[in-house]
């Protein structure tokens, strides 16, 4: 049965940092594509960062500079590194395990709230 768990968010103040974990189990992780993606109520949920097995990443224009994406394979864990946080980055963070064509597993998400 495949599992994946995020963890890592909370309140923090504009201007702060926070990390994010996903960890996954059950898939052999090593080829898995992983990524980042949020959701603020009546949007539709949007890709923040993705890593590939190969280790190339991609960044949503929005957090390009302030957020950066990396992973450990032997520990089946991703991370997404926030800094300088706005009130916008405000959202339910979703891990996100692809494998192509079809796999596809999500966690239950984790909340990010930045405000004063």
């Known amino acids: 049965q495949v599992h994946v768990v995020e963890s890592g968010g909370g309140l923090v103040q504009p201007g702060g940092s926070l990390r994010l974990s996903c960890a996954a189990s059950?898939?052999?992780?090593?080829?898995?594509?992983m990524g980042w993606y949020r959701q603020t109520p009546g949007k539709q949920r949007e890709l923040v960062a993705t890593i590939t097995s190969g280790l190339s990443t991609n960044y949503a224009d929005s957090v390009k500079g302030r957020f950066a994406i990396s992973r450990d394979d032997a520990k089946n864990t991703i991370y997404l590194q926030m800094n300088s946080l706005l009130p916008e980055d405000t959202a339910v963070y979703y891990c996100n395990a692809h494998l192509p064509p079809w796999r596809d597993y999500w966690g239950q998400g984790t909340q990010v709230t930045v405000s004063s």
């Open positions: 059950g898939i052999i992780f090593k080829v898995y594509n």
